[in-house]
């Protein structure tokens, strides 16, 4: 199937359906976009942006990796930021993990798949951190232990940026927010990991983090 007709059939049943249901859709649509979130994601195939939180395409800017990492040398990820803080203006970008995340799962368990091992270091950094508390709980619970550390130290990542920092510096709104998606019933837990400004940083990233524990306790 080199030219994957079933897709383009797809598409256009969508295009039509969507046309149908409204008419101004597309033209609307292809004029500008003027979204304020931006979503920092897992590439996970199960986790569809817009879809969880029911926006509309051009509502919500979209940034997805491996077990949404936010690495200071990733320039895919930086750019994605800079644009949508210093072009489109968001008010709102989102940290969003997923519970029963693959690639976490693989650095709970010490699993090697090889290129991408480099890539997961980060998160081990996250496990190194806190292992002996992560050991300490249930074995049930570990993973959605370090699903939900990886999310909070992400938030700190993009805290720490100069994008971020300088969009606070010159008084810009900007809302950074750590969320965790449930795959087994479609709800979004907030880890209560929301920062405003740069003075707020260093007190919600402990008070975040010790809430993972104190809370299955």
Known sequence: MRKLKNLFENNKRWAERTCKDDPDFFKILSMQQNPEYLWIGCSDSRVPANEIVDLMPGELFVHRNVANVVVHTDHNCLSVMQYAVEVLKVKHIMVVGHYGCGGVQAVLNDAKFGLIDNWLRHV?????????????????????????LNVIEQVR???????????????????????????????????????????????TYKVAAEKVFTRRT
């Open 157 to 203: 990542n993009v805290c720490r940026t100069n994008i971020v920092q300088e969009a606070w510096q010159r008084g810009q709104d900007l809302t950074i927010h750590g969320w965790v998606y449930g795959l087994a019933n479609g709800h979004l837990n907030d880890l209560e990991s929301v920062v405003t400004c740069a003075d707020e940083v260093i007190d």
């Open 124 to 148: 081990g950094d996250v496990k190194e951190k806190y292992i002996s508390k992560i050991n300490s709980m249930p074995e049930k619970e570990r993973l959605d232990c370090l699903i939900e």
